[in-house]
């Protein structure tokens, strides 16, 4: 694992208060993005209205999707309740509480070499992080901790899962849980 040169966290790991680690982060979504208006469309770089409309389809029908085409998607368009990016604002906020949800139902490919179900805890961890204001505390600092191994295709058994939520319930710092994952993934 590489270190980020901003907050000395391994890389991905120091977001969402690191704003490298966060384009990091929001990179792998953005890179699925890129990647889908190519393939579908033939270019990357549509019109913002065009970007827009295509962004919509793509969130009426979450599960024909990558799920970094949909967290793209979601991405540009706006909530009717908040104003935020949808699924992004405030909890308790209807309509981004339903994207929030729905975005669970896209696909999850896992990559060549990596355990089954490495792809859907990258994807969480990913949604997490990236709306960290939405979730508790612990569970931010449980994906932020975590991350980077899934990332270089580590997965936790469910053992080492639990004795890494039972660290965090007796209030292990950031750099504690770093280290104990950092001493379980073979990267
Ligand atoms: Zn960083
Ligand atoms: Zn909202």
Same mark, same amino acid.
């Given at each position: 694992m590489r270190s980020c040169a901003e907050c000395g966290c391994p890389e991905y790991g120091g977001a969402p208060g690191c704003a490298r680690c966060r384009a990091l982060l929001d990179g792998l979504v953005e890179e699925g993005w890129r990647a889908f208006l190519r393939r579908e469309f033939g270019r990357a770089e549509p019109s913002p209205e065009e970007e827009t409309a295509i962004a919509g389809m793509v969130a009426e029908e979450p599960d024909r999707h990558d799920w970094r085409v949909v967290d793209a998607a979601l991405d540009r368009l706006t909530c009717a309740g908040c104003g935020s990016r949808l699924g992004r604002g &405030?909890?308790?906020c209807p309509p981004c509480d339903l994207a929030d949800g729905f975005r669970y139902s896209a696909i999850e490919t896992d990559r060549p070499?990596? &355990? &089954?179900?490495n792809e859907h805890a990258v994807r969480v961890g990913v949604s997490v992080v990236r709306a960290a204001?939405?979730?508790?505390p612990h569970a931010v600092l449980g994906w932020r901790a975590g991350l980077p191994a899934l990332l270089e295709g580590f997965l936790p058994t469910t053992t080492q899962a639990q004795a890494m939520r039972a660290r965090i319930n007796a209030g292990a710092t950031y750099e504690e849980l770093a280290e104990a994952y950092g001493d379980l993934s073979p990267g």
């Open positions: &405030p909890r308790g070499g990596v &355990p &089954p179900g204001h939405r979730q508790s």
